[in-house]
C-alpha cells in the first residue's frame, strides 16, 4: 500500500492573502493569480503599495524596540506571511543571537518557504488558524517559556475575523497565557478609506479569504489595560520614525501600537 501523501496543498487557483501581500511587497513568492488580485487591488486603492511597505518598516522598527530596549528574548508571531527581507527572527537575532521566534500562520506556501529558515531551538514555524487562539497557546509553550515576557505580534492579520468579538477573544486568550512583561504588538487596515474597503470587498469576491477592516477605534481597543509604549496608538508611518523618515511620510489608513502587560 502506497505512502500517504501528506505534503501541504498550495492551491494556484485562487489568491491567498499571504502571496497577494508578497507581490505588494515586491516579493516574488506569489502566482499569477495573485498578481491578478494583486493589480485589480492597486486599480482600487494605489496606497496598498504603500501599506505593504510601510508595515514591515513598522515591523522592524517594533520588533527592534522589543529585542533591544524592553530585552525581549521570546517573540509569537502570528499570521507571518511569505518570509521577505527583514523578518522578526532576523531582526530579533540581530540584536540577540538567543532570541527565540515561533511563526504562526495556515497558509500552505508559508510553511514550505519557512521551512528555509527554521533554525532548531531558536526559530520555529507552527501551521496553525489565527481564529484558533487555544492551539497557537498549546503549540507556542513547547517551545517558548511562558513564565517569562513573550512579544505576541498580529501584524495585519486580524481581519481575518469575522468579528470584532472574535478579534478580541483571538488577542485576549494569548494574552492570558503570557506573564507580566509581556508585551503586544499590533497593526491592522482601518476603515476610513473608501478605496481600501472597496479592495478587500474585491478581493472577497475572487474567493480569497474575506479580510474586514474595521474602525480604528476598536484596534485601539485591543490594547486597554495594557501600557502603551510612546507614541501611542497612531498611522504605521508614524510609529517611532526618525526625523527624516517623518517628513517623508504621512499618517495612512493603518493604525499600530506597541504596549506592555503590566
Request: charge should be negative; charged fraction near 25%.
Amino acid at each position: 500500500m502506497p505512502d500517504e501523501d501528506n505534503s501541504p496543498v498550495i492551491r494556484t487557483d485562487i489568491p491567498h492573502s499571504a502571496r497577494v501581500w508578497n507581490y505588494w511587497m515586491g516579493g516574488n513568492d506569489y502566482y499569477e493569480i495573485d498578481r491578478i488580485a494583486g493589480d485589480a487591488g492597486i486599480e482600487i486603492d494605489p496606497e496598498i503599495v504603500t501599506m505593504a511597505v510601510q508595515s514591515r518598516q513598522f515591523l522592524i522598527r517594533a520588533v527592534r524596540y522589543l529585542a533591544g530596549d524592553a530585552g525581549l528574548r521570546q517573540f509569537l508571531d502570528i499570521g507571518t506571511g511569505l518570509p521577505t527581507v527583514q523578518n522578526t527572527h532576523e531582526v530579533a537575532q540581530g540584536i540577540a543571537a538567543e532570541s527565540k521566534v515561533v511563526y504562526i500562520d495556515n497558509d500552505p506556501m508559508v510553511l514550505v518557504q519557512s521551512s528555509a529558515t527554521t533554525r532548531a531551538g531558536v526559530t520555529t514555524y507552527i501551521e496553525a488558524d489565527c481564529n484558533d487562539p487555544e492551539r497557537i497557546v498549546a503549540e507556542a509553550q513547547h517551545v517558548l517559556d511562558f513564565d517569562r515576557p513573550v512579544g505576541v505580534m498580529f501584524m495585519g492579520v486580524l481581519g481575518h475575523a469575522t468579528s470584532y468579538a472574535d478579534v478580541s477573544r483571538i488577542v485576549r486568550t494569548v494574552l492570558a497565557a503570557v506573564p507580566s512583561g509581556s508585551y503586544l504588538v499590533v497593526w491592522d487596515g482601518t476603515d476610513d478609506s473608501a478605496d481600501y474597503v472597496k479592495l478587500c470587498d474585491n478581493y472577497t469576491g475572487t474567493g480569497g479569504a474575506p479580510y474586514l477592516p474595521r474602525p480604528k477605534e476598536q484596534i485601539r481597543d485591543l490594547f486597554d489595560g495594557l501600557e502603551l509604549v510612546e507614541p501611542g496608538f497612531v498611522s504605521i508611518t508614524q510609529w517611532r520614525t526618525d526625523t527624516m523618515e517623518k517628513a517623508l511620510t504621512r499618517p495612512i489608513s493603518a493604525y499600530c501600537a506597541v504596549a506592555r502587560k503590566p
